[in-house]
């Protein structure tokens, strides 16, 4: 049968492997469009294999441009303008446009002078490009620095969710689908009438038209099986194609088949070896009778043309261990962090009278002819309370994604006071006892490291970058607890890898110029040779001595450093708890540095407490401190938080996915692809070195070391060092690595059964990686079913992607893990009781009171006016932007956030309708009334109440008196009266805000 582009339209071809369909789409001949499922984009995302560039997710700029398309299914229903031409602007060079056409343009595409573009004479630049004019003509075009011809600029980013049209109709020609069972049934109105060619069941039936292709069954990554096949079919004097995904699989294979790989069992014979002539890499397919022709391509499967006499294979093929493909269910996170203001479905909220209740979504009401949106919370039991939106101040988070989420609050029933009032007493009884030790601390004699002005700053000049602002404040408040005459206790938390050891190591310096020694006590022998190694090369050159206590250290070195530390020849020993030995004497001990205190056992902690009477000691700890917890323990406990990353970093992208061998490889394969390394988790003991058979085969190019817990500690240390020295490309593991080396070139960790693992546990191992300016990789595996903790769990995971995301993982941390180590462990249940938020309110609320400060209680109006107003559907369509605006609207605290918010709003979905501009005027009325020391203002049948929470008003009367409205000054509540009476329902909001600006 004779296969051309016009027989297979309007057809089903069943059964063929992607590698196929991809050909037969390239093959196509005129406009064209391929629909697929984002899950398998990337697949067909690069043709140029086959000899076509394809526009890929396009946009606006690729209209009446792109002939051959390839799309996903979200992508293809996504909203569209009905007429693509008014929202995109073709700039060229020569062409004139008249300047008040060209700006009111501009304008209609959402981009406003001075904010977005400036005019400056005849140039006229917008973000990243620049256009030149002479009079009306363009004379020059700049994008990004690069000179142009051409350049499509298209509308502003928000302005899509104005448009009523859809991707799909804008790209004409046969549309070609991909998986069309899991198409929307939203697209088949769209494509009717329109030639279809469709690989698999799904939609309206089309007639099948089976193709003579013969599907070929996967090699299961036998190499010898594999080139025994391709041997045969070049004797046959067929065409081999073979697609390959990374250079290096290439290398290998290219490596086996040239005659390098050993024979059969016994044969001793090199029986891989093909002849060179007939081994071809060419960049685009290039078939020949009697050769393989190997071609870089993302595609997967495998199949036989009898027609052509070609056999195409690919690399996914090679590796792959199931008969048929793999629909990926993968989500990557990542980039773009969670807005913390955005509330979500599901999120746990507590209200300060009734307790944790379980958000369900907003719902829309009708009450005295108002229409409002509403807060739904579930409570415990069928309990359900509606809050209008503008009580959500009131409300606080709970992160509630530990592994069983909070107790919901049972409405009507004081259960939720009596908890809130044990955890008072609880923060009460905390307070006094930290106000006690911190006086005590303050009170004790210690000595003092002045500034050494010469000698500080030559530990500077080793250090190749500049310190953070939050490490340089760190390392201020070091300095000054080192100067102070009594012994320092200070804590450094901040993220893995934000520059906590740089302090430490400055503060070091600064101790061994007053000649005393400093000790630096970390939990693992791997972390004390890496902190030696740090500390000798930046100390390189000084009068230092650095020496490194552990098991790597021989006896007699052991020896040799001891007498060094008693005679004080040894200025700075880093060690694991082999330096709490009583051996151990200093001559002169000045600091003692301590890495992650709560790794260390009960009597070790013993050890460091009494060595640390006499001493400043710093403790550093890789958990983030939340920022309302820092700023209620600021001057208690002396801490500092490191929050910021290093310049350069970039989040960690973390891909959730049901465990697929084709993603394992790629994970693995992308990483030494780019010179990197990769841990592999597999947390069971009794099957890890069947899963490193199973790895050499799926990934026969990459070398593979294994630790595990049942393996001598020296053991562990060994390969771990020989991994970070380079002996192998991925270490297989179980969670023995959730805390330890740090890897520089380790930048991608596969998780097995993330689903069984903790939050803790998940975020340690994910720590693992993203250390340095190259993109890291966490791909986490599961069950195609997840129970629902897991889910949530994984889920919280993946939302905290962001750098800048620390403080709020540290409070989903400290729910976990509990507080031991900055407050204490008895604290852990009110923690989870309460929220770590409300009782961080309930210690600071405590120390305040102790100091004797005054305690100001929390602040909220209570705004009760009949009047419609609400975020309408109609407005914003999507729930969840309704919802993420609400929440952001609530936790405005000033005028200029509230219309940045409102500005951003307008821009996005165009004039606001009345109920809108309403809500955003409640919203400005509520921070108004609030600066002014309001509590309520209601509406009844006759008049507007305002009342305040003091009877002592200062307001000018007389201003007062000449408003276009009537004031009654109430005492009882002390306030102001307005009569409805003459007043326009339109202008209430207004005429309220007219008399709140006259009282001081």
């Given at each position: 049968m004779n296969t051309t582009a016009q027989s297979i339209h309007n057809h089903y071809l069943p059964g063929l492997p992607q590698v196929a369909r991809a050909l037969l789409f390239a093959q196509g001949e005129g406009p064209r469009v391929l629909l697929c499922p984002p899950e398998r984009l990337s697949l067909y995302a690069d043709l140029g294999a086959l000899g076509v560039s394809a526009y890929v997710n396009p946009g606006l700029e690729a209209v009446g441009e792109a002939q051959v398309v390839v799309m996903s299914y979200p992508q293809a229903l996504e909203a569209f303008p009905a007429q693509p031409e008014n929202w995109r602007l073709v700039l060229e060079v020569g062409r004139s446009y008249l300047r008040e056409d060209l700006l009111e343009r501009l304008y209609r595409m959402g981009y406003l002078r001075e904010e977005d573009?400036?005019?400056?004479?005849?140039?006229?630049?917008?973000?990243?490009?620049?256009?030149?004019?002479?009079?009306?003509?363009?004379?020059?075009?700049?994008?990004?620095?690069?000179?142009?011809?051409?350049?499509?600029?298209?509308?502003?980013?928000?302005?899509?969710?104005?448009?009523?049209?859809?991707?799909?109709?804008?790209?004409?020609?046969?549309?070609?689908?991909?998986?069309?069972?899991?198409a929307p049934e939203a697209l088949w109105p769209l494509i009717a009438g329109r030639d279809r060619v469709t690989f698999g069941l799904g939609g309206p039936e089309l007639p099948t038209l089976p193709l003579p292709y013969r599907p070929l069954p996967p090699y299961r990554a036998r190499i010898?099986?594999?080139?025994?096949?391709?041997?045969?079919?070049?004797?046959?004097?067929?065409?081999?194609?073979?697609?390959?995904?990374?250079?290096?699989?290439?290398?290998?294979?290219?490596?086996?088949?040239?005659?390098?790989?050993?024979?059969?069992?016994?044969?001793?014979?090199?029986?891989?070896?093909?002849?060179?002539?007939?081994?071809?890499?060419?960049?685009?397919?290039?078939?020949?009778?009697?050769?393989?022709?190997?071609?870089?391509?993302?595609?997967?499967?495998a199949f036989l043309d009898p027609e052509r006499r070609t056999v195409y294979l690919s690399e996914a093929h090679l590796y792959a261990f199931g008969g048929a493909e793999v629909l990926r269910n993968r989500r990557v996170v990542g980039g773009e962090g969670a807005d913390p203001g955005a509330l979500s479905v599901g999120d746990y909220l507590i209200h300060p009278e009734h307790g944790i209740g379980q958000y369900l979504g907003l719902e829309t009401r009708e009450v005295l002819g108002a229409k409002r949106d509403y807060l739904v919370l579930q409570y415990a039991g069928e309990g359900k309370m509606y809050l209008p939106v503008e009580q959500l101040p009131l409300l606080k988070r709970h992160p509630g994604?530990?592994?069983?989420?909070?107790?919901?609050?049972?409405?009507?029933?004081?259960?939720?006071?009596?908890?809130?009032?044990?955890?008072?007493?609880?923060?009460?009884?905390?307070?006094?006892?930290?106000?006690?030790?911190?006086?005590?601390?303050?009170?004790?004699?210690?000595?003092?490291?002045?500034?050494?002005?010469?000698?500080?700053?030559?530990?500077?000049?080793?250090?190749?970058?500049?310190?953070?602002?939050?490490?340089?404040?760190?390392?201020?408040?070091?300095?000054?607890?080192?100067?102070?005459?009594?012994?320092?206790?200070?804590?450094?938390?901040?993220?893995?890898?934000?520059?906590?050891?740089?302090?430490?190591?400055?503060?070091?310096?600064?101790?061994?110029g007053h000649g005393a020694q400093v000790a630096v006590l970390v939990p693992t022998t791997l972390l004390a040779e890496q902190h030696t190694q740090t500390f000798r090369k930046r100390l390189e050159g000084l009068p230092v001595r650095v020496a490194g206590l552990s098991r790597f250290t021989s006896e007699k070195e052991a020896s040799e450093i001891l007498r060094g530390l008693a005679s004080g020849s040894v200025d700075i020993v880093i060690g694991t708890h082999r330096l709490l030995s009583p051996d151990v004497r200093f001559k002169d001990l000045g600091l003692l540095v301590v890495d992650e205190e709560h790794r260390f056992g009960v009597a070790q902690k013993e050890r460091i407490r009494e060595l640390k009477e006499a001493v400043d000691t710093l403790f550093l700890s890789a958990t983030p401190i939340p920022r309302t917890l820092y700023s209620a323990l600021v001057g208690l406990r002396d801490l500092s938080s490191i929050q910021t990353a290093p310049p350069g970093r970039k989040?960690?992208?973390?891909?959730?996915?049901?465990?697929?061998?084709?993603?394992?490889?790629?994970?693995?394969?992308?990483?030494?692809?780019?010179?990197g390394k990769a841990f592999y988790v597999h947390d069971r003991v009794a099957t890890i070195l069947a899963r490193r058979q199973?790895?050499?085969?799926?990934?026969?190019?990459?070398?593979?070391?294994?630790?595990?817990?049942?393996?001598?500690?020296?053991?562990?240390?060994?390969?771990?060092?020989?991994?970070?020295?380079?002996?192998?490309?991925?270490?297989?593991?179980?969670?023995?690595?959730?805390?330890?080396?740090?890897?520089?070139?380790?930048?991608?960790?596969?998780?097995?059964?993330?689903?069984?693992?903790?939050?803790?546990?998940?975020?340690?191992?994910?720590?693992?990686?993203?250390?340095?300016?190259?993109?890291?990789?966490?791909?986490?595996?599961?069950?195609?079913?997840l129970t629902e903790g897991a889910e949530r769990r994984l889920a919280a995971i993946a939302d905290l992607s962001d750098l800048g995301s620390g403080h709020l993982l540290a409070?989903?941390?400290?729910?976990?893990?509990?507080?031991?180590?900055?407050?204490?462990?008895?604290?852990?249940?009110?923690?989870?009781?309460?929220?770590?938020?409300?009782?961080?309110?309930?210690?600071?609320?405590?120390?305040?009171?102790?100091?004797?400060?005054?305690?100001?209680?929390?602040?909220?109006?209570?705004?009760?006016?009949?009047?419609?107003?609400?975020?309408?559907?109609?407005?914003?369509?999507?729930?969840e932007a309704r919802s993420r605006f609400y929440g952001r609207l609530a936790e405005t605290r000033n005028l200029a956030q509230l219309s940045r918010i409102a500005r951003e709003i307008k821009e996005r979905y165009g004039p606001a309708p009345e109920e809108v501009e309403n809500f955003l005027a409640l919203s400005k009325l509520r921070l108004v009334a609030q600066s002014k020391g309001v509590v309520s203002i209601t509406e009844d049948m006759l008049h507007l109440q305002i009342a305040f929470e003091t009877a002592?008003?200062?307001?000018?009367?007389?201003?007062?008196?000449?408003?276009?409205?009537?004031?009654?000054?109430?005492?009882?509540?002390?306030?102001?009266?307005?009569?409805?009476?003459?007043?326009?329902?339109?202008?209430?909001?207004?005429?309220?805000?007219?008399?709140?600006?006259?009282?001081?």
């Open positions: 573009y400036r005019v400056q004479g005849d140039v006229l630049e917008l973000e990243e490009v620049r256009m030149e004019f002479f009079g009306d003509e363009l004379d020059g075009l700049k994008v990004a620095g690069e000179p142009r011809q051409r350049y499509i600029l298209t509308a502003r980013e928000g302005k899509a969710e104005t448009w009523d049209a859809h991707k799909i109709l804008h790209f004409p020609g046969t549309v070609y689908l991909d998986t069309p069972a899991l010898s099986q594999f080139v025994d096949d391709v041997r045969t079919w070049m004797g046959a004097g067929f065409s081999v194609v073979f697609f390959y995904r990374h250079p290096k699989s290439r290398s290998y294979l290219l490596h086996k088949l040239q005659g390098s790989g050993e024979g059969g069992q016994g044969s001793g014979e090199l029986s891989y070896a093909l002849a060179p002539d007939t081994l071809r890499s060419t960049p685009t397919l290039s078939p020949k009778p009697g050769t393989l022709n190997l071609v870089p391509a993302p595609f997967e499967g994604t530990t592994d069983d989420p909070p107790a919901l609050s049972s409405l009507g029933k004081s259960e939720w006071k009596r908890t809130r009032e044990k955890a008072q007493r609880d923060a009460e009884e905390l307070a006094q006892r930290m106000l006690v030790m911190h006086a005590k601390r303050e009170a004790t004699p210690g000595r003092a490291f002045g500034p050494l002005p010469e000698w500080d700053s030559l530990v500077e000049q080793n250090f190749p970058f500049e310190l953070t602002p939050d490490q340089h404040k760190a390392l201020e408040e070091t300095l000054r607890d080192l100067e102070a005459p009594r012994p320092m206790e200070r804590l450094i938390s901040g993220d893995v890898g934000f520059g906590k050891t740089e302090v430490a190591l400055r503060a070091a310096h600064r101790v061994v989040p960690i992208q973390t891909v959730l996915a049901p465990y697929d061998p084709a993603l394992v490889r790629q994970g693995i394969m992308d990483e030494l692809e780019r010179g199973y790895l050499e085969a799926l990934v026969p190019e990459a070398r593979i070391g294994v630790v595990h817990g049942q393996m001598h500690e020296a053991e562990v240390e060994e390969t771990m060092l020989a991994f970070a020295e380079g002996a192998f490309d991925v270490l297989l593991a179980t969670t023995i690595i959730e805390s330890g080396l740090d890897i520089p070139e380790a930048n991608t960790i596969l998780v097995e059964r993330a689903d069984k693992l903790g939050l803790a546990a998940l975020y340690q191992l994910r720590g693992r990686v993203g250390r340095r300016q190259e993109e890291a990789y966490a791909y986490l595996f599961h069950p195609l079913r409070e989903k941390d400290m729910e976990i893990r509990g507080v031991g180590n900055l407050l204490g462990p008895e604290q852990h249940g009110h923690i989870r009781a309460v929220s770590l938020e409300i009782y961080t309110e309930l210690l600071s609320e405590a120390i305040r009171k102790l100091k004797g400060e005054k305690v100001e209680p929390e602040h909220h109006v209570t705004l009760d006016l009949q009047l419609s107003a609400r975020l309408t559907l109609e407005y914003i369509p999507s729930p002592r008003l200062d307001y000018d009367a007389k201003a007062l008196r000449a408003l276009p409205f009537r004031v009654e000054p109430t005492q009882y509540p002390p306030g102001f009266r307005i009569p409805k009476k003459g007043l326009d329902p339109k202008q209430l909001v207004e005429t309220l805000n007219e008399l709140l600006y006259l009282v001081d």
